[in-house]
C-alpha cells in the first residue's frame, strides 16, 4: 500500500510558479507510475500529467504543456509538480495519485488506486 502526503494549500499571482511535492509511504513506490489531478468547484477531477514508475516518460493535459513540469526521486519516495506561468484557471485542488504497480501512464482516475489528500491551488489576477 502507498499513502501519499501533499503539502498545504498555495495562493500565487498569475504569471507566478508553485512546487509541490507529494510524498510517499510504502516499499514499493518505485513500482507506481504517478499522475497528478486537479478538480475545481463543481467539475470532475481532471487529468494534469503523469510520469511512468521508472521515471522518463511523461505526460501533460494540452492545457498545462509548457508551463508544468512532472518529475520525480525514486530515492525520495516524491513525486514534484512544478507549476510555471500560472494562470487563473489553473484554480483547483490539486491530487496526486499512484497507479497500480508496474501499469504505464493513464489518463483516467480509474487507472489509480492510491490519492493524496489533496492540496488547494489559488491564482489570483
Known amino acids: 500500500q502507498v499513502q501519499m502526503v501533499e503539502p498545504g494549500g498555495g495562493l500565487v499571482q498569475a504569471g507566478g510558479s508553485l512546487r509541490f511535492p507529494c510524498a510517499a509511504s510504502?516499499?514499493?513506490?518505485?513500482?507506481?507510475?504517478m499522475g497528478w489531478f486537479c478538480q475545481a468547484p463543481g467539475k470532475k477531477r481532471e487529468f494534469v500529467t503523469a510520469?511512468?514508475?521508472?521515471?522518463?516518460?511523461?505526460d501533460y493535459a494540452d492545457s498545462v504543456k509548457g508551463r508544468f513540469t512532472i518529475s520525480r526521486d525514486n530515492a525520495k519516495n516524491t513525486v514534484y509538480l512544478q507549476m510555471n506561468s500560472m494562470k487563473p484557471e489553473d484554480t483547483a485542488v490539486y491530487y496526486c495519485g499512484a497507479a497500480r504497480q508496474w501499469a504505464g501512464i493513464t489518463r483516467s482516475t480509474a487507472g489509480y488506486v492510491y490519492w493524496g489528500q489533496g492540496t488547494q491551488v489559488t491564482v489570483s489576477s
Open positions: 510504502g516499499r514499493y513506490f518505485t513500482r507506481h507510475s
Open positions: 510520469i511512468i514508475w521508472r521515471g522518463g516518460t511523461t
